[in-house]
Nanobody, 124 residues
Framework: QVQLVESGGGLVQAGGSLRLSCEAS????????MGWYRQGPGKERELVAA???????NYADSVKGRFTISRDNAKNTLYLQMNSLKPEDTAVYYC??????????????????WGKGTLVTVSS
């Protein structure tokens, strides 16, 4: 199994910054691409940013230039640096990971791994 635990959420004023962390444990060799998703009040869960095992990144248009995703494979940890936060960034942020393509991990442990989420609240 793969376990993901997020931390770093909290209350911040608009314009402020927060850094989210996601620590992975368990069968970490089954982790390839990792990402952050969020779900705001009354909204669908959406991709915020993702990073591949080759450190290629992509971002939602709404966070480009403000958020930075990174990973430290030696520490099995994913990060999301969030700057210039806006009230519309308020959401529960979830850590996500998936195994490599055509990996036995997909059969043995599934195709998606999720953390339980951490709440980010941005006040105006």
């Amino acid at each position: 199994q793969v376990q993901l635990v997020e931390s770093g959420g909290g209350l911040v004023q608009a314009g402020g910054s927060l850094r989210l962390s996601c620590e992975a444990s368990g069968v970490t060799i089954c982790i390839s691409t990792m990402g952050w998703y969020r779900q705001g009040p009354g909204k669908e869960r959406e991709l915020v940013a993702a990073i591949t095992s080759a450190f290629s990144t992509n971002y939602a248009d709404s966070v480009k230039g403000r958020f930075t995703i990174s990973r430290d494979n030696a520490k099995n940890t994913l990060y999301l640096q969030m700057n210039s936060l806006k009230p519309e960034d308020t959401a529960v942020y979830y850590c996500h990971a998936e195994p490599p393509d055509r990996s036995i991990c997909r059969i043995r442990y599934g195709v998606d791994y999720w953390g339980k989420g951490t709440l980010v609240t941005v006040s105006s």
